[in-house]
């Protein structure tokens, strides 16, 4: 099981970018996948998840309405569209899956991403 992030970078201030988790070696269709970041210093947050079976979502209020979680189940990729970038969203992003619903504690994922570094700067 293996799950790769990809997309980040950096951006200025106002921008967007568009993350990607491909997953291989399970099938998406039972996983919740939740997207994560972690600046120095700070404890790993949970931004965005969607379930495996009834797309609901869930974005954390630090980002509400500057984030859209997607997946596709053919792909076998989960998507992160985040807009409106700010320079306190500097961080380490993870994309971590699990099974059943989504979960906005880190503990309960059994799979993560390596990281993409997202850097918003002038």
């Known amino acids: 099981v293996q799950l790769q992030a990809s997309g980040g970078g950096l951006v200025q201030p106002g921008g967007s970018l568009r993350l990607s988790c491909a997953m291989s070696?399970?099938?998406?269709?039972?996983?919740?996948i939740g997207w994560f970041r972690q600046a120095p210093g700070k404890e790993r947050e949970g931004i965005a998840c969607?379930?495996?079976?009834?797309?609901?979502?869930f974005y954390a209020d630090s980002m509400k309405g500057r984030l859209l979680i997607s997946r596709d189940n053919v792909k076998n990729t989960v998507y992160l569209q985040m807009n409106s970038l700010k320079p306190e969203d500097t961080a380490v992003y993870y994309c971590?899956?699990?099974?059943?619903?989504?979960?906005?504690?880190?503990?309960?994922?059994?799979?993560w991403g390596q990281g993409t570094q997202v850097t918003v700067s002038s």
């Open positions: 971590a899956a699990r099974p059943n619903g989504w979960s906005t504690t880190p503990l309960y994922y059994e799979y």
């Open positions: 070696g399970f099938t998406l269709d039972y996983y919740a």
């Open positions: 969607i379930n495996s079976n009834d797309d609901s979502t």
